[in-house]
Nanobody
Framework: QVQLVESGGGLVQAGGSLRLSCAAS????????MGWYRQAPGKQRELVAG???????NYADNVKGRFTISRDNAKNTVYLQMNSLKPEDTAVYYC?????????WGKGTLVTVSS
């Protein structure tokens, strides 16, 4: 059984920064994809950023240049550094881990950006 535990959400003013962390525990395949999704009120969940175990990354267009995803394979932890935050970044951010045939989700952490 895999568990994902997020931390680092909170309230920040526009232009500020936050760093999210997600620690994975349990039986984890060596090759996997970890990522962050977000869901704003009344909207569908969307991909923010993903990172493969070899370090390859991808980002949503609306966060490129502001957000950076990274991972520590030894700790099975993924991070999301969020800079220049905007009110439209307000959402619940969910950690995701993909291994062959299975998708795991964290419970989410709320990020609120005030204008």
């Amino acid at each position: 059984q895999v568990q994902l535990v997020e931390s680092g959400g909170g309230l920040v003013q526009a232009g500020g920064s936050l760093r999210l962390s997600c620690a994975a525990s349990g039986s984890i395949f060596r090759t996997n994809v970890m990522g962050w999704y977000r869901q704003a009120p009344g909207k569908q969940r969307e991909l923010v950023a993903g990172i493969i175990s070899d370090g390859s990354t991808n980002y949503a267009d609306n966060v490129k240049g502001r957000f950076t995803i990274s991972r520590d394979n030894a700790k099975n932890t993924v991070y999301l550094q969020m800079n220049s935050l905007k009110p439209e970044d307000t959402a619940v951010y969910y950690c995701n881990l993909k291994v062959p045939g299975v998708n795991y989700w964290g419970k989410g952490t709320l990020v609120t950006v005030s204008s």
